[in-house]
């Protein structure tokens, strides 16, 4: 039987064009990783309005005020895990830009970098110090009783606990990606995280390592976050715009400030092993974190594909407020993606606008003589840690 002849001349051919492909295809990346890329984050202008400790208020000045219905100034409270410069990633995909387009008064919360000194701030620090005379300030200078309050994963747990602790100061509460319930098996993190000792790592380590963390979370799905990914790079390095949104979120991803040690500690115990937040068990300083007593419009969204905050760790939570007004909103999409896709940037920041400016016709938010009240007063520190109610200071 006469064998099958083996087209040799094709594939030689075909080999030649293709190497000849590779070729330009290296040579038109070489080209644009060794010339100018612009992979900066968080180039929207803004000022710093406030200080206390290592802590800012950065403050981004609406294009148009109230254009989208919105006059109510918005807090948003970033997580302690990573940058609050997510917001503000890059061109074309900036919340912090669709938020300013669509005239939102925004205020934006910039935890800093923690320090050893810092290792003994607790939660309550957090929430009822730095977030309360924030808050406070806000108030202050906008003569407003209450402002909307919008939290991002850990930091919408501290909404959460402060919404409880202070509902008369949150006129529309807002959550994202935010995990209230703990008691699941959905991701990986939350199984990890009811089995590790956190106190023999915080005894150890002070502060909770940015990097330790970071490569955690690379654990968590190590074929495609350490794989795949710098495999579709290598496929695309021939393209500008990818090698530099690439670069831009790979700044970012490893832009891991450490989490303060006490925190650290009580945020795993409490919550993820104890899981006591969602049932209104949780207590800062004494106060018990009572979730009936958020009855302020609760907007809750979180993603379908998340695997940091699974849809079972923060559906949970608006069937366990007082309010009478809340809503959940799933997208399709996973724990960044809600912030820098094209896809849920045409959804996110809309919805949340158009839900705030409906609250906004219906209520009114009164204005106060808190601008005539005297600073916060200082109290006397604490176990060694700054002071938790220190007065403001303001940049202008």
Not at 57 to 82: F, M, R
Not at 272 to 291: A, E, F, T, W
Not at 318 to 328: F, I, Q, R
Request: hydrophobic residues 35%; glycine residues 8%.
């Amino acid at each position: 039987m006469e064998q099958p002849k083996i087209p040799v001349d094709t594939i030689l051919r075909h080999l030649a064009d293709d190497a000849e492909k590779v070729q330009d295809r290296v040579q038109k990346a070489s080209d644009i990783l060794l010339g100018q890329l612009d992979t900066s984050i968080a180039s929207t202008p803004y000022e710093t309005v406030y200080e206390e400790d290592r802590v800012k208020l950065k403050h981004y000045a609406p294009v148009t005020v109230g254009k989208g219905g919105v006059t109510t100034p918005l807090l948003v409270v970033y997580a302690l895990i990573n940058r609050e410069t997510m917001l503000d990633l890059q061109p074309g995909r900036s919340v912090v830009d669709s938020f300013q387009k669509a005239g939102v008064d925004l205020y934006m919360i910039d935890w800093g970098y923690p320090t050893r000194k810092d290792r003994f701030l607790t939660i309550d620090d957090h929430v009822n110090g730095y977030m309360d005379n924030i808050i406070d300030f806000i108030r202050q200078r906008t003569g407003l009783e209450k402002i909307n309050l919008m939290g991002i994963c850990m930091g919408g747990s501290f909404c959460v606990m402060y919404s409880a602790l202070h509902p008369e100061k949150i006129k529309n509460l807002i959550t994202t990606v935010c995990p209230t319930n703990f008691d699941t098996d959905q991701g990986l993190l939350h199984v990890w995280m009811r089995n590790i000792d956190a106190d023999r790592m915080i005894d150890a380590f002070g502060n909770m390592p940015g990097d330790m963390m970071n490569f955690g979370f690379l654990l968590l799905n190590p074929a495609r976050l350490m794989i795949d990914k710098y495999v579709g790079f290598m496929e695309n390095m021939d393209n500008k715009t990818f090698v530099e949104n690439f670069i831009r979120m790979e700044k970012w991803i490893f832009d891991s400030p450490d989490v303060p040690g006490e925190t650290f500690r009580q945020f795993v115990k409490d919550c993820y092993q104890k899981n006591l937040l969602i049932k209104s068990r949780m207590k800062l300083d004494g106060k018990r974190v009572n979730l009936k007593k958020i009855t302020m419009p609760v907007l809750n969204i979180y993603g379908q594909y998340d695997h940091l905050v699974p849809p079972g760790a923060a559906d949970v939570l608006t069937s366990k407020v007082g309010s009478t007004d809340t809503e959940d909103l799933c997208l399709d999409t996973g724990h960044i993606g809600i912030y820098v896709s094209g896809k849920t940037q045409k959804e996110f920041v809309p919805k949340i606008v158009k839900w705030l400016g409906e609250r906004e016709k219906n209520s009114t938010a009164p204005k106060t003589g808190i601008k005539d009240k005297k600073p916060v007063p200082k109290k006397a520190p604490q176990r060694a840690r700054p002071s938790r109610k220190a007065g403001p200071k303001s940049k202008r």
